[in-house]
């Protein structure tokens, strides 16, 4: 399963690299990419929660759904991975589920900690030249329509204007109010998986930017990640560093298919973890 990124604002299964789906179908997965509820509709725990039964559906359901036309899956089998908020997902899933392991590329990582960056405004790429923005009504009836809760949501495309939604996801990026949206309640624990780490986890990778500037995404928070995983127990975490990169280091260059360089083969490492622990 993968969950896509998106701060939980933004983004559907459409964004997923091609060929990160082609290596895992190359390699005998059945892929499934769900969308999710996005906010400001609903919390970020929802979101989270979403995940949980896209999960619980594929575990019980799928191997039903292709068996009549001859596809065979083994509902124990799953392993769980995504990008950014994605990988968030990714992570909370493995805590409260029997994954057998999760890939996270550049997850937002220790939510529920007020002192994390996560938690101020940002100037930095990609949106430090963006002007501020004031959502008109006709806006807002994009951003949160009434009638309906939005579950998948485009993402600029480059020298076209953005949609209102990605205007207001970069406006709550830039004043600090990213968590805040995603819990008005103040429960940031409420997503962030890592408040709930124990030694029943399931294996871990992350696939970290060494250079990534995006907060909640940095790399020194990954390293955090893995030595609180190591103290606690967690049976196997590695972290990959891409020398150079940043965020969606990933999704900015065509890694897989016309770019088979260093990037792509992190990005390789990551899909084989989870290959390792399906078939070993």
Not at 88 to 97: D, E, K, M, P, Y
Not at 136 to 142: F, G, P, S
């Amino acid at each position: 399963m993968i969950y896509h990124g998106g701060g939980l604002l933004v983004g559907s299964s459409e964004i997923i690299p091609q060929a990160q789906i082609d290596w895992l179908a190359d390699h005998g997965f059945i892929v499934v990419i769900p969308n999710y509820r996005l906010a400001p509709q609903v919390t970020g725990a929802t979101s989270l929660s979403d995940g949980v039964d896209a999960h619980d559906w594929a575990a019980s359901g799928l191997a039903d759904t292709l068996d009549p036309h001859g596809i065979q899956v083994k509902p124990s089998d799953v392993a769980v991975m995504g990008h950014s908020s994605g990988g968030t997902i990714a992570l909370h899933v493995g805590s409260c589920r029997p994954v057998k392991a999760v890939t996270a590329f550049y997850p937002s990582l220790y939510l529920a900690d007020e002192s994390n960056d996560a938690h101020k405004p940002y100037r930095g790429p990609p949106f430090g030249n963006v002007p501020d923005y004031h959502p008109t009504e006709e806006d807002w009836q994009a951003i949160a329509p009434a009638t309906k809760q939005i579950s998948e949501s485009t993402i600029p495309v480059p020298n076209m204007p953005p949609p209102p939604r990605s205007r207001w996801q970069i406006e709550v990026c830039t004043k600090g109010k990213w968590l805040s949206t995603l819990c008005p309640d103040g429960d940031y624990s409420s997503i962030d998986p890592l408040t709930r780490l124990n030694v029943n986890w399931p294996p871990v990778t992350f696939i970290c930017g060494e250079v990534d500037t995006i907060p909640g995404s940095t790399l020194d928070l990954a390293k955090r990640a893995e030595d609180d995983m190591r103290k606690v127990g967690v049976r196997e975490v590695v972290l990959e560093v891409v020398p150079g990169a940043g965020h969606m280091f990933d999704m900015l260059k065509p890694l897989g298919a016309e770019d088979l360089g260093s990037e792509w083969q992190f990005v390789v490492a990551g899909l084989q973890f989870l290959e390792s622990h399906v078939k070993g």
